[in-house]
């Protein structure tokens, strides 16, 4: 028989339900940084739907650009990492 998860049998599913959408979009903006467009897009919902549900769950869009400017500026860093690291290693052979 399958584990229920923590705190899973005291939540009514409504609620349950309700945190999953939230977690769910909290992905979706963190991957499009942001961007409601996007997001509704790829959630194929309508831009007003989608900014009606960030109310519901207290989200902002704001948030996820500066997550998203964070994870572009590593992401750039690593690059600059790794061609400068292959670089020297041609170099040196």
């Known amino acids: 028989m399958a584990e229920w998860p923590v705190g ?9 339900i309700k945190e999953q959408e939230k977690q769910y979009l909290i992905r979706k903006f963190s991957l499009f940084g942001g961007r409601i467009d996007l997001t509704a897009r790829n959630c194929c919902v309508g831009v007003r739907t989608l900014t009606r549900k960030m109310r519901s769950h207290g989200l902002d869009k704001r948030q996820f650009e500066r997550m998203a400017s ?7 860093k690593n690059l600059l990492t790794e061609r ?4 020297f290693q041609r170099r040196n052979s």
């Open 84 to 87: 400068n690291e292959s670089f």
């Open 8 to 16: 899973a049998k005291d939540t009514p599913l409504y609620q349950w």
């Open 70 to 76: 964070e994870a572009v500026l590593l992401t750039d």
